[in-house]
């Protein structure tokens, strides 16, 4: 398989740099691996005119690889300025947009991703504040928008003060360079999270009507248990019809 690392840092050689390379070298040695340094190249917009040379470069990579690593540092809050432009000046290469401006995934779509970050502060302060939560929201927004395929996420907490990777954050990384090696290309889990959805209701409308029927004695005597499989049952096709209504059909092509 063939991966494609994306860093967005300030520092080619920092703590985040050393988190990324863990998860490079625990790939299997079959994987082909290359590490794009966004500050390395000359990114802007592509106009009308012309096209930016450093944008078709690193594109060629992104089609060429079958797994990405985003790995942008939180500044002030958010995802790094640098990798926030390399992504921003994407926008029309990643997706497609339609009349009424609905964006729609386009050439990158079921390529997977691992979406990594860092910050100053400690796990626990990060656990209670979400510093950087807005990074990895960022994220996802542009790559599920482009129709990829997330895999999980690392956050590697606590580097003020020191400069190199924690040794416990750099076992985390290993870890995830054993998981992401060699995934099935395919696995976009919608079937696994309907299935999912049907259990959540079925046991949210057990608690609830087994709790109506308890207290107030609502149900028709004898019948809970058939007032209770047809509500779970319709509840869940109405639920189900709605949300495949926004997610699917809503951002379908036309
Ligand atoms: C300009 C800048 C802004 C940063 N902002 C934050 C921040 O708001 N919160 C935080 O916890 N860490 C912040 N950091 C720390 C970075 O997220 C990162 O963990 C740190 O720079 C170490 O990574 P590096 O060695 O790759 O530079 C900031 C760092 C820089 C350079």
Redesign the pocket.
């Known amino acids: 398989m063939r991966y494609l690392a994306l860093l967005g ?3 080619r050689q ?4 050393g988190y990324l390379q863990a998860v490079l070298d625990a790939l299997p040695a079959s994987a082909e691996v290359e590490t794009v340094f966004l500050r390395d190249y000359d990114i802007y917009p592509d106009t009308k005119e012309q096209a930016c040379p450093a944008l078709d470069e690193i594109e060629a990579k992104m089609a060429a690889s079958d797994f990405w690593i985003v790995c942008a ?5 958010g995802m790094s300025g640098v990798m926030k432009q390399f992504f921003d000046c994407m926008r029309f290469r990643l997706v497609k947009m339609n009349s009424v401006a609905d964006t729609l995934p386009g050439k990158y779509k079921d390529k997977h991703y691992l979406s990594m970050t ?4 400690s796990s626990t302060e990060n656990f209670f504040t979400g ?1 950087t939560d807005q990074t990895f929201v960022t994220i996802d927004r542009i790559l599920t928008g482009a129709g990829l395929i997330k895999v999980g996420e690392f956050v590697g907490t606590g ?1 003020w003060g020191t400069h190199a990777p924690r040794p416990e954050k750099i076992a985390e990384c290993q870890r995830w360079g054993k998981k992401i090696a060699d995934r099935p290309r395919k696995d976009d889990n919608t079937l696994k999270r309907y299935i999912l959805l049907f259990f959540m209701i079925a046991i949210m409308a057990l608690i609830t009507m087994g709790l109506q029927a308890w207290w107030f004695g609502v149900f028709a005597a004898g019948k809970f248990w058939l007032t209770y499989a047809t509500f779970v049952v319709i509840f869940y096709v109405l639920l189900a019809s709605i949300l495949h209504f926004f997610t699917f059909v809503r951002h379908r092509r036309r």
């Open positions: 840092s300030h520092e920092g703590i985040t740099a540092p939180t500044y002030w809050g860092t910050c100053f502060i510093i580097t």
